[in-house]
């Protein structure tokens, strides 16, 4: 195994034991206001599955309405009777649909489940630790994320609905108030609210992870005798604190803006709806700048921990140390660094001057460097091991492709002439999904058919694994590899209908094939969650260390 994952067991801890804490009596104390790290990591764990699943479901509603814009659907009406007036969705309610998908997506699960579930639940059993540095921190940590997710959902059923001005709120769409459209009001304070609540959740957490890894590390354990999970979460905690800290401040001027009557990033000028409004100075570039600061670290918070799981897991079943694990752990640290810098190749089309724009593409293209050397690290690793295929191991496998198919595509993008021309195209939706969304989903799937044993004292079907990740892995690519090819085309996003488009005309049959796609994945996802609850139960007993693995939280006997 890795350096760092052989030092988790067959070396000194110092002479102190792990103590388990009797858990405290009665069931609200022990299960809902817990204190114990495994139990809010499972608390992380399900409400991000609850999100991801009410977000699979906005998402294929997009889907299919693309497809056929002009189909009928009687109890759409029912759920949305403005926006979908007739049965037919409106514009307006597909913008508040991807919206709504792209943000709980972004934050309530690929925020949520990697760093905060995962993490919460093994970092202490990693280093040695008896729980996390600030036990009721962790507590009102995970319960701001749940309110802050309440708070977003509420924006559903208040007057107007949802907003519809993107999971990135650019204003001045966003800035106005409810003269900009139906969600813009009480529904896009609503959203602003969640964010900052979120925002001040991930800040209480960050702190409590870097507070645990620096303080409460087993006594002879030292930084670089970590298995790569616990630095993935150290370093993702990190960018969370800077990250999280500018986006706070954006969301409270944002909501200022609308209800205040200051200008931070409103012009003068504005006229929306045959209405002249009353502001001066802003500057809607401002918030980018704001928003892409915290926004490219983002991917990078939702990547970096499944880097960690992905060596681990690679390592464990190629029965092999893994490749190069100084030079992992330099390319992690050099990652999260580089990603404070590149913020900027968002916003090659907001007019920015042409050398900025060079230096933001040269930088972004160094990024590529300590992402290639872990890529050509996790090859080596696999190099003349024997690969023990599970569910885990495949799943692990899948991210590597998806990380090498969605950086290649990013080349692409980071150039400012070529971004120029698929800034707004299908085929920046493709690329991020790919690189950020569904490859971090993979990491999150190894994760858990790798450490559900641990976590549940059962182990789950592989046979429903294997063919759990089959599907999916086809899935994934023939729904996001043609949306590169739409791209390519000039098919535009966040355009609900495009039949008016006669050069996208041909297009037809490639949405058509993209929605089934997401239809036949979005069902494969329905035996994962049966494979997960009934092996919680039902599953047969697991050994106690399973996969043979050498990290130390396998040589703990407990399990919550």
């Known amino acids: ?93 597909y913008l508040s649909l991807m919206t709504m998908h792209g943000t709980i997506m972004v934050f309530f699960v690929l925020t949520t489940v990697p760093q905060s579930g995962f993490g919460n639940y093994f970092l202490p059993l990693q280093i040695g630790a008896d729980d996390m540095a600030f036990p009721r921190l962790n507590m009102a940590s995970f319960w701001t994320t749940f309110v802050s997710f309440l708070v977003l959902i509420a924006a559903f059923v208040v007057p107007g609905g949802a907003p519809l001005g993107g999971w990135t709120a650019y204003p001045p769409l966003s800035g106005v108030g409810a003269i900009a459209g139906p969600g813009m009001g009480l529904g896009m304070d609503l959203w602003i609210v969640s964010i900052a609540l979120f925002c001040i959740a991930s800040l209480m957490g960050a702190i409590n992870f ?125 990652i999260a660094a580089l990603g404070f810098l590149v913020w900027g190749h968002h916003m090659f089309v907001s007019g920015m001057n042409p050398y900025s724009a060079i230096a933001f593409s040269l930088i972004t293209m160094t990024v590529g460097v300590p992402s290639a050397i872990k890529t050509f690290n996790w090859v080596g690793t696999l190099w003349g091991g024997k690969l023990w295929i599970t569910t885990p191991s495949l799943f692990a496998l899948g991210f590597v492709s998806l990380f090498v198919s969605g950086g290649i595509t990013g080349i692409l993008l980071g150039q400012p002439a070529m971004d120029m021309y698929f800034h707004d195209t299908y085929f920046v939706v493709g690329h991020f999904h790919l690189i950020m969304g569904v490859a971090a989903v993979f990491a999150m799937f190894a994760g858990t058919y790798y450490w559900f044993p641990k976590m549940f004292g059962r182990m789950m079907n592989e046979t429903l694994g294997k ?21 390519i085309v000039g098919n535009p996003r966040r355009y609900p209908d495009f039949k008016e488009f006669e050069f996208l005309a041909d297009l037809k049959f490639l949405h058509t094939m993209m929605t089934h796609a997401a239809m036949s994945t979005a069902a494969i996802q329905l035996v994962f969650l049966f494979n997960l609850f009934w092996s919680m139960y039902r599953g047969s007993v697991a050994p106690a260390n399973p996969w043979h693995a050498t990290t130390r939280e396998w040589s703990s006997d407990e399990y919550e």
Not at 22 to 41: C, L, N, Q, Y
Request: proline share 7%; aromatic share 14%; hydrophobic share 55%.
């Open 467 to 487: 063919a759990h990740f089959l599907v999916t892995f086809l899935g994934v690519y023939a729904i996001f590899v043609p949306m590169h090819i739409a791209g």
């Open 210 to 334: 870097v507070a645990t890894l620096v303080d409460l590390r087993a006594p002879s354990l030292g930084l670089m005798q970590l298995p790569l999970t616990c630095w993935g979460w150290f370093t993702t905690a990190m960018i969370s604190l800077l990250a999280f800290a500018v986006l706070l401040p954006g969301g409270v001027l944002l909501l200022m803006d609308r209800n205040l009557g200051t200008s931070f990033f409103l012009p003068a000028g504005l006229v929306v709806s045959d209405r002249a409004l009353q502001h001066s100075g802003g500057s809607p570039i401002l918030w980018q700048h704001l928003f892409w600061f915290f926004g490219h670290p983002e991917v990078y918070i939702a990547i970096l921990p499944g880097m960690g799981f992905v060596s681990t897991i690679l390592s464990t079943f190629a029965r092999k140390p893994i490749f190069g694990y100084r030079a992992m752990v330099y390319a992690m640290v050099a």
């Open 1 to 93: 195994m890795a350096a760092g994952d052989l030092a988790a067991t067959g070396r000194d801890y110092g002479s102190r034991e792990p103590v388990v804490a009797a858990p405290p009596p009665g069931f609200v104390r022990r299960w809902i206001f817990s204190t114990d790290h495994k139990v809010i990591g499972k608390q992380y764990y399900f409400l991000a599955l609850f999100a991801a699943f009410l977000g699979m479901a906005l998402s294929l509603l997009m889907r299919w309405h693309l497809i056929d814009p002009d189909r009928k659907i009687a109890w759409l009406e029912k759920l949305w009777p403005e926006g979908a007036a007739g049965g037919i969705m409106t514009p307006e309610l």
